[in-house]
């Protein structure tokens, strides 16, 4: 049963990044001191931004403090950034246009302030939150610049006894999730990924269970195993690839006559990649995390006692041990779960920097896809 489908290029041009937050760098880069004007969802969102990548922050201001702002201002020392909604901008403008000169305001556009005065609010981000579930690393189709860096991973595989206790370890912090998605590397190659299955039902008995996959083994799949994914509710996530020798149309026929959940990821005329470059300093400016497609998705990685915010920091060890490079994860790069009392925690870690994004350049292209020659330059 057909639910949903969607382009898989679409969801990579959304990772493609912008020099917006680039512009917003350089203009605190000219200026000693910077403040935000509003102290809103927007003006909060903007302060913790310049928080987490140590801008020369100073204070929010309002038209209630403006005359403190107004005193300590010096023209080309310091800087303000707008922090509020559109329908209030003009409200303001005439307030600042007395004193302060062209130079030393900025406006992000509506969109980008919209974006951080959620990406920053606890209430937003419990409303979208999902919890992927990251099952093994291994894989079957070894995808160019795969983002798990499955081509070239050890095999790993999350045990099952661990996630039984890590799932009801997560139930007890009383998260809402609104989507668990078991993914990898390829799901179905984990022996136990039915068990996975059926716990996950267990402790989450009402909420939409997704299995990432790529089709790939669908079709070696028992009447059994069907009738399991059907009474539990799991919902296959097909991410279709320009493979001739797998006949899609008749796999979704037997899904369909099992009465069997699933989405589509259309692979479109050309499937493209979103290619991440990887800076082996840990060089990549702090102001760049933003960019990060990780942080337009409000979820978290469970792997073997641990929440990741990408699979990025789950694989660097075997990165490492693979091409001979030094990818460092930082303790603060994951959170051990039993160490996870509250959401708050969770919530903290998920919208701010983590060290390991000092490793990722921003996504500037999309690749038209293909198989991986296990190549360093694929991921640099
Ligand atoms: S380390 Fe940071 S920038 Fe890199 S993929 Fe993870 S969240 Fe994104």
């Known amino acids: 049963m057909l639910i949903n489908k969607w382009s898989g290029n679409t969801t990579s041009q959304v990772s493609l990044a912008d020099d917006e937050f680039g512009?917003?760098?350089?203009f605190c880069c000219c200026h000693k001191r910077i403040y935000v004007?509003?102290?809103?969802?927007?003006?909060?969102?903007?302060?913790?931004?310049?928080?987490?990548?140590?801008?020369?922050?100073?204070?929010?201001?309002?038209?209630?403090?403006?005359?403190?702002?107004r005193a300590q201002y010096v023209k080309g020392d310091v800087g303000i950034i707008i922090g509020v909604?559109?329908?209030?901008?003009?409200?303001?403008?005439?307030?600042?246009?007395?004193?302060?000169?062209?130079?030393?305001v900025f406006?992000?556009?509506?969109?980008k302030r919209e974006f951080l005065g959620k990406h920053f609010a606890f209430d937003y981000v419990r409303e979208k939150f999902h919890l992927n579930v990251f099952v093994t690393n291994v894989c079957n189709l070894h995808c160019r610049s795969c983002s798990t860096f499955a081509p070239i991973c050890k095999a790993d595989n999350y045990s099952y006894e661990q996630f039984a206790l890590d799932i009801v370890k997560f139930e007890s912090l009383a998260t809402p999730i609104n989507v668990l998605k078991f993914t990898g590397g390829e799901p179905f190659l984990h022996p136990s990924i039915f068990g996975f299955f059926s716990k996950a039902r267990e402790v989450y008995p009402e909420i939409r269970?997704?299995?990432?996959?790529?089709?790939?083994?669908?079709?070696?799949?028992?009447d059994s195993q069907?009738?399991?994914?059907?009474?539990?509710?799991?919902?296959?996530?097909?991410?279709?690839?320009?493979?001739?020798?797998?006949?899609?149309?008749?796999?979704?026929n037997v899904l369909d006559k099992h009465a069997v959940s699933y989405n589509v990821i259309e692979k479109?005329?050309?499937k493209y990649f979103s290619k991440r470059p990887l800076n082996f300093d840990n060089a990549v400016p702090k102001h760049l995390f933003i960019n990060c497609p990780r942080y337009k998705y409000y979820?978290?990685?469970?792997?073997?006692?641990?929440?990741?915010?990408?699979?990025?920091?789950?694989?660097?060890?075997?990165?490492?041990?693979?091409?001979?490079?030094?990818?460092?994860?930082?303790?603060?790069?994951?959170?051990?779960?039993?160490?996870?009392?509250?959401?708050?925690?969770?919530?903290?870690?998920?919208?701010n920097r983590i060290p390991f994004c000092g490793y990722c350049e921003p996504i500037s292209e999309l690749v038209p896809w293909g198989l991986s020659e296990r190549k360093l330059e694929e991921w640099s």
């Open 23 to 26: 512009k917003l760098y350089n």
């Open 37 to 69: 004007f509003g102290d809103g969802k927007i003006g909060t969102g903007l302060k913790q931004y310049l928080i987490n990548t140590e801008l020369p922050f100073v204070g929010c201001i309002t038209s209630s403090n403006l005359s403190v702002f």
């Open 85 to 104: 909604g559109d329908k209030y901008i003009q409200g303001i403008l005439p307030s600042l246009s007395g004193f302060i000169g062209n130079r030393d």
């Open 107 to 111: 406006f992000l556009t509506s969109e």
């Open 209 to 222: 269970i997704e299995c990432y996959t790529n089709g790939l083994l669908l079709s070696k799949l028992s």
């Open 226 to 252: 069907k009738k399991i994914l059907n009474a539990m509710k799991i919902e296959l996530t097909i991410t279709e690839y320009p493979l001739t020798n797998l006949d899609l149309s008749a796999i979704y």
């Open 268 to 270: 479109g005329k050309q």
């Open 299 to 351: 979820s978290l990685f469970l792997n073997n006692g641990k929440l990741y915010k990408c699979t990025y920091a789950i694989a660097a060890k075997y990165f490492n041990e693979y091409f001979k490079t030094n990818l460092s994860l930082d303790d603060s790069d994951f959170l051990i779960l039993n160490d996870v009392e509250n959401q708050t925690q969770l919530f903290t870690f998920l919208v």
